[in-house]
């Protein structure tokens, strides 16, 4: 699966992104400053797939 | 997935305040340093200004760069029906034109854009380069 970004924008509180696809510290590195400039993060979670380490496949089609 | 991050978004893009306005049918007039309430003009940095609509709305700058939004929500003033109870629509539009503009910075497109109960979803791929 290719690299995603879902962001969820409710009509009041906070926007929600969703990495999908990345391995690692990926997503978070991409999407930190477009955080930092929108403004407070109120929440981060990491879930299973930040500890995978990226496979060679992924390696090679980079 | 790998990450879920969650923030609070404050007015610092004018670009795509004007944006969110525009996708409403309104428009931000940059400059005009007064907006009309329920029977007086108040002071502003900027106002937003909807057809149809009697009240409009003031953009005021912040010692910190940042703007907020002020506006007489009042029922005959008719705002309610363009930006939501309280401007809740406009400023989830903004946060939609702000997120577009930032994930563009950064390679990203949306490549799907959806609503589900009240939220807007959108879905970023980095964009391909074209040779």
């Known amino acids: 699966m290719g690299e995603k970004i879902v962001v969820t924008i409710p009509p009041k509180g906070d926007i929600t992104f969703e990495g999908k696809g990345f391995k690692g510290k990926g997503c978070l590195d991409t999407v930190k400053d477009v955080m930092k400039s929108l403004g407070r993060v109120t929440e981060q979670r990491k879930t299973g797939d930040y ?12 | 997935m790998s990450h879920v991050t969650k923030i609070d978004v404050v007015i610092n893009n004018l670009d795509a305040l004007a944006e969110a306005c525009q996708e409403l049918g309104g428009e931000l007039l940059l400059g005009v340093t007064e907006y ?17 609509a009697s009240y409009e709305i003031g953009v005021q700058a912040q010692k910190d760069g940042t703007f907020i939004l002020e506006a007489d929500f009042w029922s005959s003033g008719g705002l309610t029906g363009k930006v939501g109870t309280g401007g809740t629509k406009l400023q989830q539009q903004y946060k939609c034109s702000a997120v577009k503009s930032e994930m563009k910075k950064k390679g990203f497109k949306v490549t799907k854009s959806w609503e589900q109960d009240g939220n807007i979803q959108m879905e970023f791929e980095k964009a391909r380069k074209s040779y």
């Open chain 1, 51 to 62: 500890h995978k380490v990226p496979d060679v496949k992924q390696k090679i089609a980079q």
């Open chain 2, 36 to 52: 009309k309430e329920y029977y007086s003009k108040k002071k502003c940095t900027h106002c937003i200004r909807f057809k149809g």
